[in-house]
């Protein structure tokens, strides 16, 4: 039964998310996909963990950041209002909740603890089972 105070799940519309996810599971690289579709959370969220994955946090940061902002943008604009659902299991959601759980790692990984508590409480708060969905630690 669905909490009749908490907003509607914010669903991201397929568009924004779909010719990027389509290109990286091709093969394409983050970076091409990343400067064709800007708007899109989940290249940039690649692009952190790439990143993260070579030791290099402060690139994975900005990455992050980017794909934090572009997803906040994208699901303000869906009727998000800083707080309800935004359900990992809606494919489209998937780049924004990335990138926010990969903030959260670079934050933590250069030291910056307060950034990385907030982010693991937002990810939290979009989706309590996102880390199990979307097969992250």
Avoid at 16 to 31: C, F, V, W
Avoid at 39 to 54: E, G, N, Y
Avoid at 93 to 104: D, E, T, Y
């Amino acid at each position: 039964m669905r909490n009749l105070l908490e907003p509607d799940p914010t669903l991201l519309p397929a568009e924004l998310d779909t010719p990027s996810r389509q290109a990286l599971e091709a093969g394409a690289d983050p970076r091409e996909v990343a400067a064709a579709q800007p708007a899109a959370s989940l290249p940039w969220a690649h692009l952190a963990r790439q990143s993260l994955d070579a030791g290099d946090p402060v690139a994975a940061y900005a990455f992050a950041r980017t794909g934090y902002h572009r997803g906040l943008d994208a699901l303000r604009k869906s009727g998000w209002r800083g707080t309800g659902p935004v359900p990992a299991s809606h494919l489209p959601n998937q780049g924004v909740l990335l990138a926010i759980h990969a903030l959260g790692e670079a934050a933590g990984a250069i030291g910056e603890e307060p950034e990385q508590e907030r982010c693991a409480t937002l990810l939290n708060d979009c989706d309590p089972s996102a880390r199990e969905v979307m097969g992250l630690a």
